[in-house]
Structure formats: C-alpha cells, structure tokens
C-alpha cells in the first residue's frame, strides 16, 4: 500500500498529480496522471489526453493518495523507480 | 528575521531583547539540566513581548558515543541541537551528524581554531552550522583575546571557502551580555564583507526555521509534506 511515508520509494505511476511548484512558472497547475517515468523526468497525461513531460528536479508534485494528498519535493524523486528501492534518501536543506 | 542564541529567562531580560531589536532567540539549556516546563515559562514571557522563542539544548560531553547517544535523545525534544566543541573528536563527531545543527565554540580551550579544511568539509554536507560566540571574546582579554579573534577569522575564511553556514551568537545569561543586533552585525563587517555579514546574520533564523517546520506533525521529512484532505 503506498503511503505518504514510502512513496518516495514506491512506483509512481498510474497517481494522480498535479504540479504546484515549479522554476518554470508556466508548468504551475499541470494535473493529470503518471504515465511514464525516467531517472529526471515524469510524464503526465493531462485530462485533455496530451502528455507533458516534467523535469523532476525542478518541480514539486501534489499526489493524491487513498485519504491524503502529499506534496513532495521533485529533487527527492530523481532516480529510476528501480534505483530508488536501494538509494539512500537524501536529506534536503534550504540553507 | 534576527535570531540570537542564548540563556535569557528573566521578563526585564526579555524586554531588552525586544528593545534593542531582536526579532527572537533559542533559548538553550545545558542537557544534563534540560527542562520542557523552563522553556514553555520563558516562551509565554516572551510571547507578551511579541518575540519568537525556540527550544535548544547545548550537549556538553568527551566521548563520542556520548554524543550520538544524546543527539538521538534530545532531537525530537528540542528545536536546536548545539555541541560545544574544544575536543577534536567531539568536533569531528559534531560535524559528522545530519541531526546536529550547530556547533557551539570549536576552538573552546585550545590552540588552534579547532576546524580545519577535512572538518569544514564535513561540516558544509552535513549542514551543521559553526558559532561565533561574542561572550568568549569579551571574556578573555590581551592577547587572548587577539588569538581569539585570529580564530575567528581562520573558521570564516574555512567557511566561506566551503560553504559552511555560520551563525553568530552573544551566548548571554543576563541584561549585561546582551548586545544589540547591530552591533554583532559591525563586528562581523570588520571580519569578512558586509554580504557575507548579512549572511551569517541571517542563518540563525533559517536554521530554525527549517526546525521549527520539520517537528510540523503532516511533515513526514523536508520535501515530503501530507496535506489532509477534507472527508464528505
């Protein structure tokens, strides 16, 4: 079961997103779902049906679980979803 | 945001802080005297005074197991950790840790600075911030104080060089300690550039900022944060 506590680890694909922070302020309310995912990248199918792709490291997500929503910074995700079972998390400072 | 670090508890002691412009302070504690109830008396005093209070206790020790061990204790008790160095282990150790957040006097009782280009190395991955502390330069005097300074100025060109965040405290128990804001600010100028003053200024309050947020119940860690939808 994903949880707001492993789904930095957990496979991303098939949640429901949407972008809430971003450098590039034009990506800022992007909703849709996870479709695919690479080592720096998530793709998103819009509602419309046309597909984005999202650079990790500069965004950060707001993913709908079962009950919660979790907003998480993007910098946390980079790595593949495989990679990521076996990477020590890293701690992120904003000084 | 101009934070301080210190031991203030009396009202007329806090009054002053207001006065002379603090914006608050991380009132800590010793941990073999460390009280949750002492704090929450100094935070409501202060609270009527419209000033940001933060929990810190200070881990005073010479092992280095010692040191982890109280660390895990005191870190989810506390908003700031501090470390007060001299020993080389214990710095080493200090700097070691992503828990610790400040590391209180590292040339405390010796003859060099205490950090060096391995230590600051260390210090600037693991974020663990290097103090000023203005008491124990009022303290000493001659040349004492000139090698004093000399360490100072040694630990700040290491930190600029390694971006290691630096945090400048005047570590006061009464009114008579307490300095003005300002004042710290000037004697920074006369040791590094005015933005780098500003800087150092400035790192005390994020520090416990980022804290103060992390001990939020919904943040699961930095970055990952739940935000409770609302149940029909």
Not at chain 1, 30 to 59: F, M, S, W, Y
């Given at each position: 079961?994903?949880?707001?506590h492993n789904?930095?680890?957990?496979?991303?694909?098939?949640?429901?997103?949407?972008?809430?922070?971003?450098?590039?302020?034009?990506m800022?309310?992007?909703k849709?779902k996870?479709?695919?995912?690479?080592?720096n990248?998530l793709?998103i199918?819009?509602?419309?049906?046309?597909?984005v792709?999202?650079?990790?490291d500069i965004?950060?997500?707001?993913?709908?679980l079962?009950?919660?929503?979790?907003?998480?910074?993007?910098?946390l995700?980079?790595?593949?979803?495989?990679?990521?079972?076996?990477?020590?998390?890293?701690?992120?400072?904003?000084y | 945001?101009?934070?301080?670090?210190?031991?203030?508890?009396?009202?007329?002691?806090?009054?002053?802080?207001?006065?002379?412009?603090?914006?608050?302070?991380?009132?800590?504690?010793?941990?073999d005297?460390?009280?949750?109830?002492?704090?929450?008396?100094v935070?409501a005093i202060?609270?009527?005074?419209k000033?940001?209070?933060?929990?810190g206790?200070?881990?005073?020790?010479e092992?280095s197991?010692?040191?982890r061990?109280?660390?895990k204790?005191?870190?989810?008790?506390?908003?700031?950790?501090?470390?007060?160095?001299?020993?080389?282990?214990?710095n080493?150790?200090?700097?070691?840790?992503h828990?610790v957040?400040?590391?209180s006097?590292?040339?405390?009782?010796?003859?060099?600075s205490?950090i060096?280009?391995?230590?600051a190395r260390?210090?600037?991955n693991?974020?663990?911030?290097?103090?000023?502390?203005?008491k124990?330069?009022?303290?000493?005097?001659?040349?004492?104080?000139?090698r004093?300074?000399?360490?100072?100025?040694?630990?700040?060109?290491?930190?600029?060089?390694?971006d290691?965040?630096?945090?400048?405290?005047?570590?006061?128990?009464?009114?008579?300690q307490?300095?003005?804001?300002?004042?710290?600010?000037?004697?920074?100028?006369?040791?590094?550039?005015?933005?780098?003053a500003?800087?150092?200024?400035?790192?005390?309050y994020k520090?416990?900022d980022?804290r103060?947020?992390l001990?939020r119940d919904n943040?699961?860690?930095?970055?990952v944060e739940?935000?409770?939808e609302?149940?029909?």
């Amino acid at each position: 079961m994903i949880t707001p506590h492993n789904i930095l680890r957990h496979e991303l694909i098939g949640l429901k997103v949407e972008i809430v922070e971003a450098k590039n302020k034009a990506m800022i309310g992007i909703k849709g779902k996870v479709v695919d995912e690479t080592r720096n990248t998530l793709v998103i199918e819009k509602e419309d049906g046309r597909e984005v792709v999202i650079p990790k490291d500069i965004a950060v997500f707001l993913f709908q679980l079962k009950g919660c929503k979790v907003k998480v910074d993007g910098r946390l995700l980079i790595g593949r979803p495989e990679e990521r079972l076996k990477k020590k998390i890293k701690i992120l400072y904003p000084y | 945001m101009r934070i301080d670090i210190n031991r203030i508890e009396k009202e007329e002691d806090i009054k002053l802080l207001k006065e002379l412009k603090w914006n608050g302070f991380v009132f800590y504690q010793y941990d073999d005297e460390f009280s949750k109830d002492r704090y929450e008396e100094v935070k409501a005093i202060a609270e009527s005074y419209k000033l940001k209070v933060y929990s810190g206790v200070k881990i005073k020790t010479e092992s280095s197991k010692q040191l982890r061990d109280k660390v895990k204790k005191f870190r989810n008790k506390c908003h700031i950790i501090l470390i007060e160095g001299g020993v080389l282990k214990i710095n080493r150790a200090a700097v070691e840790l992503h828990d610790v957040d400040i590391l209180s006097t590292p040339e405390l009782g010796r003859k060099d600075s205490g950090i060096d280009h391995v230590l600051a190395r260390l210090a600037s991955n693991h974020r663990v911030a290097i103090e000023l502390n203005f008491k124990t330069l009022l303290n000493k005097d001659g040349y004492e104080r000139a090698r004093t300074l000399l360490f100072f100025r040694n630990n700040l060109k290491l930190a600029k060089k390694f971006d290691v965040p630096v945090v400048i405290s005047t570590d006061a128990e009464n009114k008579y300690q307490i300095k003005n804001p300002y004042d710290l600010r000037a004697f920074l100028n006369t040791l590094v550039e005015p933005l780098y003053a500003k800087k150092i200024m400035e790192t005390a309050y994020k520090i416990c900022d980022f804290r103060d947020y992390l001990m939020r119940d919904n943040v699961v860690r930095y970055g990952v944060e739940i935000i409770k939808e609302e149940k029909e």
